[in-house]
């Protein structure tokens, strides 16, 4: 009887540390991933969102500094986006090595419990089924009557115990083994998320250094062309002023020598409003500054008109046809003087039908329409040129002195 006893303490204490173990609850990360996951669902709702504003971007006028800025915000987050899956691969790899560990240490304690059930059950068998009331027939007095049913008592209970908790390690087991296998699969679809991430990550990277790229081609593109207008102008301002020159210079000379009087000018600033266009089309652009998006701006001496090659050009009142041929950045060109310092220009002509030296009437045809080859394409630039103040002639902006006409 007394050697029953510490056995049965042995047996109580084998089922009591364990408990305590077990009951020790883990970590609960659910949160923490459920916190990631709704960070990363508004990082992807605005990286889809700043896609829809690029598209509608690209729609409009290009703006490459505004692409630029917007590409730059989706590569910050798609970066925010991987460090996201970052954290919840971490979390839940922590989550698999932990319930690894658990499921290791259910399986050997359910090692050790099923052992001692095992030791028990070998232990009642050998004893047989009368054991119990053997026990008890041998007191020798009620006292020891009533100890040795407390404790046959006991060790039932501490006997059906085991086995129940043998029983809860078998569950806890396949549980384990369930949300360990759910882990693994969350794992793998945490990792196949990140490669898609990086994926996209590279994408935008690749798609940032080529606008990157176009941007600067385009800047040094429209640096080009500025150099190139500058340049332009500043030959036909030297052609003007010296046309301007001689005409002044004759004029003198038919003075001094008692010639007839110059006649009058065919343009003035009651003109202003009044002039036909010289050719029918849409315009290209304007007079003046014009901002490009890219930061640069082109000066414009003229008013550049779209129409189809070989259109007719019209002369816009009578003059006389002091260039007609090639200048140099503008192709044929037409330069009609309209006396005291009124000149009007007609550029980038395929062919010229006039001749210089030559007068020509209000509306009379002086070439046709060129310009295929340059950026703006097939188009024709008017200008308009008058002395202002004394000086030599200036360009001033041509739909003043044209006609009025809905959207010009």
């Known amino acids: 009887m007394r050697a029953l006893v510490p056995r049965a303490v042995a047996v109580f204490a084998l089922l009591a540390a364990p408990l305590s173990a077990q009951q020790q609850p883990p970590a609960d990360v659910r949160q923490q991933i459920a916190e990631s996951q709704r960070r990363l669902e508004e990082i992807r709702s605005e990286r889809a969102r700043l896609n829809t504003e690029l598209n509608n971007l690209r729609s409009q006028v290009r703006d490459v500094s505004s692409e630029?800025?917007?590409?730059?915000?989706?590569?910050?987050?798609?970066r925010s986006a991987v460090v996201e899956m970052d954290f919840q691969l971490e979390t839940v790899s922590s989550?698999?090595?932990?319930?690894?560990?658990?499921?290791?240490s259910t399986r050997e304690d359910l090692t050790r419990?099923?052992?001692?059930?095992?030791?028990?059950?070998?232990?009642?068998?050998?004893?047989?089924?009368?054991?119990?009331?053997?026990?008890?027939?041998?007191?020798?007095?009620?006292a020891d009557l009533l100890n040795r049913y407390r404790y046959l008592y006991l060790l039932t209970s501490l006997d059906?115990?085991?086995?129940?908790?043998?029983?809860?390690?078998?569950?806890?087991?396949?549980?384990?083994g369930a949300e360990l296998e759910g882990?693994?699969?969350?794992?793998?679809?945490?990792?196949?998320?990140k490669l898609q991430e990086e994926r996209e990550l590279v994408r935008v990277q690749r798609t940032h250094q080529a606008t990157l790229s176009t941007y600067r081609q385009s800047a040094q593109a429209a640096e080009g062309r500025l150099a190139e207008l500058?340049?332009?102008?500043?030959?036909?301002?030297?052609?003007?002023?010296?046309?301007?020159?001689?005409?002044?210079?004759?004029?003198?000379?038919?003075?001094?020598?008692?010639?007839?009087?110059?006649?009058?000018?065919?343009?003035?600033?009651?003109?202003?409003?009044a002039l036909d266009w010289p050719v029918d089309g849409q315009i290209l652009y304007r007079f003046g500054l014009e901002q490009r998006p890219n930061g640069t701006a082109l000066r414009w001496n003229g008013l550049g008109i779209a129409a189809p090659v070989g259109t007719p050009v019209h002369a816009v009142r009578p003059g006389l046809v002091v260039h007609a041929g090639p200048l140099e950045g503008y192709g044929p060109t037409v330069?009609?003087?309209?006396?005291?310092?009124?000149?009007?220009?007609?550029?980038?002509?395929?062919?010229?039908?006039?001749?210089?030296?030559?007068?020509?009437?209000?509306?009379?045809v002086l070439g046709t329409v060129g310009g295929a080859n340059t950026p703006e394409g097939p188009h024709l630039e008017f200008q308009v040129r008058m002395r202002i103040g004394g000086s030599s002639p200036q360009a001033t902006d041509p739909l003043q002195w044209l006609k009025a006409r809905p959207g010009s």
């Open 68 to 78: 630029i800025q917007n590409i730059e915000r989706q590569l910050n987050t798609s």
């Open 113 to 142: 419990k099923r052992r001692a059930l095992g030791t028990r059950l070998r232990e009642v068998f050998k004893r047989g089924p009368l054991n119990a009331v053997r026990v008890l027939l041998g007191a020798e007095s009620f």
């Open 95 to 104: 989550e698999v090595t932990r319930i690894t560990t658990s499921l290791s």
């Open 160 to 176: 059906q115990t085991l086995v129940d908790r043998v029983a809860t390690l078998e569950r806890s087991l396949v549980d384990q």
């Open 335 to 364: 330069m009609l003087s309209h006396g005291e310092g009124f000149y009007t220009l007609y550029l980038y002509l395929d062919g010229v039908t006039v001749a210089e030296g030559r007068s020509v009437t209000d509306g009379q």
């Open 230 to 273: 500058e340049a332009r102008d500043q030959r036909m301002t030297a052609l003007v002023e010296d046309l301007e020159e001689r005409r002044r210079t004759e004029e003198q000379r038919t003075r001094v020598a008692g010639g007839p009087a110059p006649a009058a000018s065919t343009l003035s600033a009651a003109d202003v409003g």
């Open 183 to 193: 882990q693994l699969a969350e794992l793998g679809r945490l990792r196949d998320a």
